[in-house]
């Protein structure tokens, strides 16, 4: 099975030097890799004229296709015509060295698999369910014979009865599905939401859907966007053994103002891409935890040391929910 590679990057040449040293190491290496880079120098291109890498073939994305959903559509227009698969992997990721031996067994053991998400090994944080321990259902959560402790706004939401109650990855009717990863445990579970800095799809879906161009920019939540629409074409996977480290590399991300207005503004989309007409329960039930979330953070300028991050995103989301009110995104088609 022949499958194409597309890295988008953006200012970030170091850390994907690193990842593309770990593709070099692959077991199963691609039969292309395209870097389509968007930076505004010429740091990245010099970095891969110094190291050479099989297959790959860079793309200095034209100034009106940057951005992340922009160049990942420019990628899949270059992909070679006789890949079966196009895998996307975040710049700031580095491969275990069976990666895509294991990303292309996933595909090959069922027809019905359209897309396949990975795992990050270094936020792992679930452990075995100890029999001995009595867990607060509030302050952690049990899935598999694994548990993971809570995070501060999951514990808020178990205690307000605002938790989802379908496994992680699969999306209830009001959006604010349960984000806490799966276990290591090397098995594969259906879901509705992959992950954008580990998922690959079926090269035949692309020739029907693309990547929204609304989620422009840094593009939040485009993955989850596209995730849920790649659903009418068979099923998401996210395979506990498909594992790579990612790093979170803070180049190249927006401000915390304009983060936060758009995970309330992408967040609405994509809650209205998987269900357009919502039921009044469900509208309700998706403003509180979007406005408890932004209340939290407004919390966070108590509570934590990075005060100016905390209220400048607590700000964005109260002005990306507000603006909702007059302006909402228009979903495309």
Same mark, same amino acid.
């Given at each position: 099975?022949?499958?194409?590679?597309i890295?988008?990057? =953006?200012?970030?040449?170091?850390?994907?030097l690193?990842?593309?040293?770990? $593709?070099?190491?692959q077991?199963? =290496?691609?039969s292309?890799?395209?870097?389509? /880079?968007?930076s505004?120098? +010429?740091?990245?291109? @010099?970095m891969?004229?110094?190291?050479?890498?099989k297959n790959?073939?860079?793309?200095l994305?034209?100034?009106?296709?940057r951005?992340?959903?922009?160049?990942? %559509?420019?990628g899949?227009?270059?992909v070679?015509t006789?890949?079966?698969?196009?895998a996307?992997? /975040?710049?700031?990721?580095?491969?275990?060295?069976?990666?895509?031996? $294991? #990303?292309?067994k996933t595909?090959?053991?069922?027809?019905?698999?359209?897309?396949v998400? +990975?795992?990050?090994?270094?936020?792992?944080?679930?452990?075995p369910? *100890?029999?001995?321990?009595?867990y607060?259902?509030?302050?952690?959560?049990?899935?598999?014979?694994?548990v993971?402790?809570?995070?501060?706004?999951?514990v808020i939401?178990?205690?307000l009865?605002?938790?989802?109650?379908?496994?992680?990855?699969? $999306?209830? /009717?009001?959006?604010?599905?349960?984000?806490?990863?799966?276990?290591?445990? +090397?098995?594969?579970?259906e879901?509705?939401?992959?992950i954008?800095?580990?998922? @690959?799809?079926?090269?035949f879906?692309?020739?029907?859907?693309?990547?929204?161009?609304?989620?422009?920019?840094?593009?939040?939540?485009?993955?989850?966007?596209?995730?849920?629409?790649?659903?009418?074409?068979?099923?998401?996977?996210? %395979?506990t053994?498909?594992?790579?480290?990612?790093?979170? *590399?803070?180049?190249?991300?927006?401000?915390?103002?304009? =983060?936060?207005?758009?995970?309330?503004?992408?967040?609405w =989309?994509?809650?209205?891409v998987?269900?357009?007409?919502?039921? #009044?329960? @469900?509208?309700?039930?998706?403003?509180?935890?979007t406005?408890?979330?932004?209340?939290?953070?407004?919390?966070? $300028?108590?509570?934590?040391?990075?005060?100016?991050?905390?209220?400048?995103?607590a700000? +964005?989301?109260?002005?990306?929910?507000l603006?909702?009110?007059v302006?909402?995104?228009?979903?495309?088609?």
């Open positions: 099975m022949q499958f194409s590679l890295i988008c990057t =953006y200012m970030r040449p170091k850390p994907l690193q990842l593309l040293q770990s $593709v070099e190491k077991t199963l =290496y691609p292309e890799i395209l870097v389509i /880079d968007g505004d120098d +010429g740091e990245t291109a @010099a891969l004229e110094a190291n050479h890498f790959l073939e860079y793309i994305a034209p100034e009106g296709s951005g992340l959903t922009k160049q990942r %559509n420019l899949i227009e270059r070679n006789m890949s079966e698969v196009i996307f992997l /975040d710049d700031d990721t580095a491969l275990l060295p069976d990666y895509f031996q $294991v #990303l292309i595909f090959e053991s069922d027809n019905d698999i359209t897309g998400g +990975g795992v990050a090994i270094n936020q792992d944080n679930w452990l369910v *100890d029999a001995k321990i009595n607060n259902k509030f302050r952690f959560y049990q899935f598999d014979g694994f993971i402790k809570e995070g501060q706004r999951n939401r178990n205690y009865r605002l938790q989802s109650h379908l496994p992680p990855g699969v $999306v209830p /009717d009001y959006s604010h599905s349960k984000v806490c990863g799966f276990p290591l445990n +090397g098995k594969t579970y879901v509705d939401l992959l954008g800095m580990s998922f @690959a799809f079926r090269k879906i692309f020739n029907s859907i693309k990547f929204a161009t609304y989620f422009e920019g840094y593009g939040l939540y485009e993955d989850a966007d596209f995730s849920i629409r790649a659903l009418q074409f068979g099923k998401n996977v996210i %395979n053994n498909l594992q790579l480290y990612h790093y979170h *590399d803070a180049s190249g991300r927006p401000n915390q103002y304009k =983060y936060g207005k758009m995970v309330v503004r992408n967040g =989309y994509v809650w209205r998987k269900n357009p007409n919502p039921s #009044l329960k @469900a509208q309700l039930k998706w403003n509180t935890i406005l408890l979330l932004g209340a939290i953070r407004y919390t966070n $300028v108590i509570t934590t040391k990075q005060k100016k991050q905390a209220i400048t995103e700000l +964005g989301r109260t002005i990306g929910w603006s909702l009110i302006n909402k995104p228009k979903i495309e088609a």
